[in-house]
């Protein structure tokens, strides 16, 4: 008799078969109970860190200077903290894989200049920290044009790339962004580029979800490897390129294309009169 017409074998199989699932489903609860740990441990040390500057404030003999730099340090962990509730926000969005959900974002005309820019001021004051000055080169985007893109998501996922670029720099260094517009492929590519940590043997490792290298384990504020996964996924769902590189005396370069037009024609583009989406 075939297996088909067996029922008892059948009965064994489906068996089988719901044991199997029931241990995936188990794996994945517990990959999300660890992933929940993660997001709540991570969020509460910049929080912590932020109540005892806080703390620091309150102390009666506290010079002008003093206070200066505690509440410089105050906005440096609101910083990490915002950054790192837009990632698990986006997080959730992306395991889902909701490419339609993030193409309902209009599309807007966004330099990326200024944007870069503001970015960068956001970062600087985790940068001076260790003395490490971000730099952008706004002549070479002097002949760039604006790209059709979805704001909020591209500006996080340069805000990822630029906010590793601090944590994994080394002290007393620079980190600079410039941007390259090839007028006839259409594009705007924007590096990155800073001097740390090297990157590992096959660089693209590093945009898979969940990758850190054994360097980057040891560097604060800790991370969860999401952040390069979400860029990726950011700027694929734009059509775009986005690739990583390191020279041999050590410079890592993170390259992010957008084509001009973006997605025109396959996603709502914003009216400006529209002032509700940010
Ligand atoms: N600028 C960089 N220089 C060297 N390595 C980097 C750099 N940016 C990212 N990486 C590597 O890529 C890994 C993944 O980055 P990311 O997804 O942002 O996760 P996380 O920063 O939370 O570790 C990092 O752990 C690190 O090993
Ligand atoms: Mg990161």
């Not at 517990?30 to 509460?44: D, G, I, K, P, R």
Request: proline share 5%.
């Amino acid at each position: 008799m075939s297996s088909v017409d067996d029922p008892e074998r059948r009965v064994l199989e489906l068996e089988r078969k719901c044991e199997n699932l029931t241990r995936q489903l188990e794996k994945v609860k517990a990959e999300q109970v660890t992933y929940l740990q993660n997001v709540s441990h991570q969020l509460v040390a910049p929080l912590n860190a932020i109540k005892w500057h806080i703390e620091n404030l309150t102390e009666a003999r506290l010079s002008v200077d003093r206070a200066k730099k505690v509440l410089r340090s105050i906005y440096s962990q609101s910083t990490i903290a915002v950054h790192l509730a837009k990632n698990f926000a986006l997080m959730s969005n992306l395991e889902e894989d909701h490419a339609l959900t993030a193409l309902k974002e209009p599309l807007q005309s966004v330099p990326l200049c200024p944007l870069l820019i503001n970015l960068a001021d956001d970062f600087q004051p985790l940068g001076w920290d260790k003395s490490i000055q971000i730099g952008v080169d706004s002549t070479t985007f002097e002949k760039a044009p604006p790209v059709l893109v979805m704001k909020p998501l591209i500006s996080q996922a340069f805000s990822n790339i630029i906010e590793n670029a601090v944590k994994y720099s080394d002290s007393d260094s620079e980190i600079r962004i410039t941007g390259i517009h090839d007028s006839s492929a259409g594009t705007v590519t924007v590096e990155v580029t800073n001097r740390g940590i090297p990157l590992p043997k096959n660089f693209a490792d590093v945009f898979e979800r969940g990758f850190r290298s054994p360097e980057a384990k040891n560097k604060y504020p800790a991370g969860t490897g999401f952040g390069l996964y979400i860029a990726r996924r950011i700027v694929e769902l734009h059509e775009g390129k986005i690739t990583a590189n390191m020279t041999k005396h050590g410079f890592v370069t993170f390259a992010v294309t957008l084509s001009v037009k973006g997605l025109e024609g396959k996603a709502r583009v914003r009216d400006p009169k529209d002032r509700t989406a940010s």
